[in-house]
């Protein structure tokens, strides 16, 4: 996991504390990670001891998971999960909705294949932060249908991330803003570099970026990373509990069972 590029990825190290605080995995559960990528999440919450799967669009990206973490990956859809229902204790869906058509359906099947009780983590991009949508739609197709990696829209607003939680039957229990100022700086920064170094105007999928990560550009900017990690995790610590940011964080829980019949 430590030697995964997304390891040093800004946007991915602020979430990392978020979850591993939200979930608190434990040996014996059973997580899925909506939207993995290449698999660096589903990783981070299995060194617990937790059974974790991951499923994702992009097959490519999948046969990287497999590669590098086992074969608890899936290709497929987050509007039609192919799990049975009741199946996971807690799920992630990380900067995934945003790219999904039908966000309703795909938080209805989060609902679905969770367990009563199951507390799921949902972040999003925000248009609220200083920044608003301009750094966020660095990299991203503009046109739908050219990647995966289309956004259908520019993010939520906490209310409305919130919204559409309660509308598919979760109940919310706690909201957070992240990236606030300069972790949003240097995430559009390392965006730019991405696109230099690759040559590609758009991020077609997360395979892209392991095809650079042993680029000079990039190995230099891990030495100097541990610096902006710290500036980040202080930047959350100060700013987040009153500034609005680019990312959104929600954690709710699944209800299924409102009353007993007596």
Same mark, same amino acid.
């Given at each position: 996991?430590?030697?995964?590029?997304?390891?040093?990825?800004?946007?991915?190290?602020?979430?990392?504390?978020?979850?591993?605080?939200?979930?608190?995995?434990?040996?014996?559960?059973?997580?899925? /990670?909506?939207?993995?990528?290449?698999?660096?999440?589903?990783?981070?919450?299995?060194?617990?001891?937790?059974?974790?799967?991951?499923?994702?669009? /992009?097959?490519?990206?999948?046969?990287?998971?497999?590669?590098?973490?086992?074969?608890?990956?899936?290709?497929?859809?987050?509007?039609?999960?192919?799990?049975?229902?009741?199946?996971?204790?807690?799920?992630?869906?990380?900067?995934?909705?945003?790219?999904?058509?039908?966000?309703?359906?795909?938080?209805?099947?989060?609902?679905?294949?969770?367990?009563?009780?199951?507390?799921?983590?949902?972040?999003?991009?925000?248009?609220?932060?200083?920044?608003?949508?301009?750094?966020?739609?660095?990299?991203? /197709?503009?046109?739908?249908?050219?990647?995966?990696?289309?956004?259908?829209?520019?993010?939520?607003?906490?209310?409305?991330?919130?919204?559409?939680?309660?509308?598919?039957?979760?109940?919310?229990?706690?909201?957070?803003?992240?990236?606030?100022?300069?972790?949003?700086?240097?995430?559009?920064?390392?965006?730019?570099?991405?696109?230099?170094?690759?040559?590609?105007?758009?991020?077609?999928?997360?395979?892209?970026?392991?095809?650079?990560?042993?680029?000079?550009?990039?190995?230099?900017?891990?030495?100097?990373?541990?610096?902006?990690?710290?500036?980040?995790?202080?930047? /959350?610590?100060?700013?987040?509990?009153?500034?609005?940011?680019?990312?959104?964080?929600?954690?709710?829980?699944?209800?299924?069972?409102?009353?007993?019949?007596?």
């Amino acid at each position: 996991m430590h030697n995964s590029p997304f390891h040093f990825s800004i946007a991915t190290r602020v979430r990392n504390p978020y979850f591993l605080k939200f979930l608190a995995p434990q040996p014996g559960e059973r997580i899925l /990670d909506v939207g993995c990528g290449v698999g660096y999440f589903v990783a981070l919450l299995g060194s617990s001891g937790a059974t974790v799967f991951g499923i994702d669009v /992009d097959f490519t990206s999948i046969r990287a998971a497999r590669g590098q973490y086992g074969q608890r990956f899936v290709v497929g859809r987050g509007e039609e999960l192919p799990f049975p229902a009741d199946t996971f204790d807690k799920l992630i869906c990380s900067e995934v909705l945003e790219h999904i058509a039908d966000d309703a359906q795909a938080v209805s099947e989060l609902s679905r294949v969770a367990k009563d009780g199951a507390t799921v983590i949902v972040t999003t991009p925000s248009p609220e932060g200083l920044f608003g949508a301009s750094i966020k739609s660095i990299c991203h /197709d503009s046109e739908e249908g050219r990647s995966w990696e289309h956004h259908q829209r520019d993010g939520y607003t906490a209310s409305k991330l919130c919204s559409l939680l309660r509308n598919q039957g979760l109940e919310v229990q706690e909201v957070r803003y992240t990236m606030i100022f300069i972790t949003e700086l240097l995430m559009g920064m390392t965006k730019l570099a991405f696109s230099a170094i690759s040559g590609r105007k758009h991020l077609g999928s997360q395979m892209e970026v392991l095809e650079v990560s042993e680029s000079l550009p990039l190995k230099l900017y891990r030495r100097a990373f541990p610096l902006f990690v710290l500036i980040a995790y202080l930047e /959350d610590l100060i700013l987040a509990p009153v500034l609005r940011g680019h990312m959104v964080i929600v954690r709710a829980s699944v209800r299924k069972r409102v009353g007993v019949a007596r």
